[in-house]
């Protein structure tokens, strides 16, 4: 069974930095395309960025380029998410899901964790 | 970027009776060389994450009940539920994959009459 587990959100004051984390297991880590996307409270699907299966290309949207960075471990089956310079419209529970290719639908979704970003 | 949008926002049916949701993109999602439409649509409960539903516009993901079916091509698409089912209350979002970044209808609320 595919899982998607994501951790490390939590309360953080704007400026601040988190590192997201997703563990996967039950299917070959390595093989597959990885995303981040997010929904703030009460809004709509938003996506983030995503992670080429070695590592090797990585895509992010406008509203997080140059302050957040994806990264994988595939020896370790965990995708991350660095944020920095996190602002007050960030608060957010983030997804990672995975596809099968670069272009491709999310076919499964961690359960998320919520980052608030607050004074 | 890719402007996704559905219609309506809101939409309540009688159990039994069927729902239709549309989505329609600022740019053709159907790429040339394979005449597949990069469309998909997921079913979000409350408290859950996204469930893929359908991906190609028209294909159901393994496990899907047969009365959810997608249509449409190049800008306009359409997810139908034929006979509704309490459990097909829900939010459900379009999305394209056919170009980065990604992008989102902004869901439609789908309710019982």
């Known amino acids: 069974e595919v899982q998607l587990v994501e951790s490390g959100g939590g309360l953080v004051q704007p400026g601040g930095s988190l590192r997201l984390s997703c563990a996967a297991s039950?299917?070959?880590?390595?093989?597959?395309?990885m995303h981040w996307a997010r929904q703030a409270p009460g809004k709509g699907l938003v996506w983030v960025s995503r992670v080429k299966s070695d590592g090797s290309s990585t895509n992010y949207a406008d509203s997080v380029q140059g302050r957040f960075t994806i990264s994988r471990d595939n020896a370790k089956n965990t995708l991350y998410l660095q944020m920095n310079s996190l602002r007050v419209e960030d608060t957010a529970v983030y997804y990672c899901?995975?596809?099968?290719?670069?272009?491709?639908?999310?076919?499964?979704w961690g359960q998320g964790t919520l980052v608030t970003v607050s004074s | 970027d890719i402007v996704m949008t559905q219609s309506p926002d809101s939409l309540a049916v009688s159990l039994g009776e069927r729902a239709t949701i549309n989505c329609k993109s600022s740019?053709?999602?159907?790429?040339?060389?394979?005449?597949?439409?990069?469309l998909a649509w997921y079913q979000q409960k409350p408290g859950q994450p996204p469930n893929l539903l359908i991906y190609?516009?028209?294909t159901r993901e393994s496990g899907v009940p047969d009365r959810f079916s997608g249509s449409g091509s190049g800008t306009d698409f359409t997810l139908t539920i034929s006979s509704l089912q309490a459990e097909d209350v829900a939010v459900y979002y379009c999305q394209q994959y056919y170009s980065t970044p990604i992008t989102f209808g902004q869901g439609t609320r789908l309710e019982i009459k």
């Open positions: 039950g299917f070959t880590f390595s093989s597959f395309w």
């Open positions: 190609w516009a028209s």
């Open positions: 740019q053709s999602v159907l790429y040339g060389s394979n005449n597949e439409n990069y």
């Open positions: 899901a995975r596809s099968s290719g670069a272009l491709a639908r999310l076919t499964s």
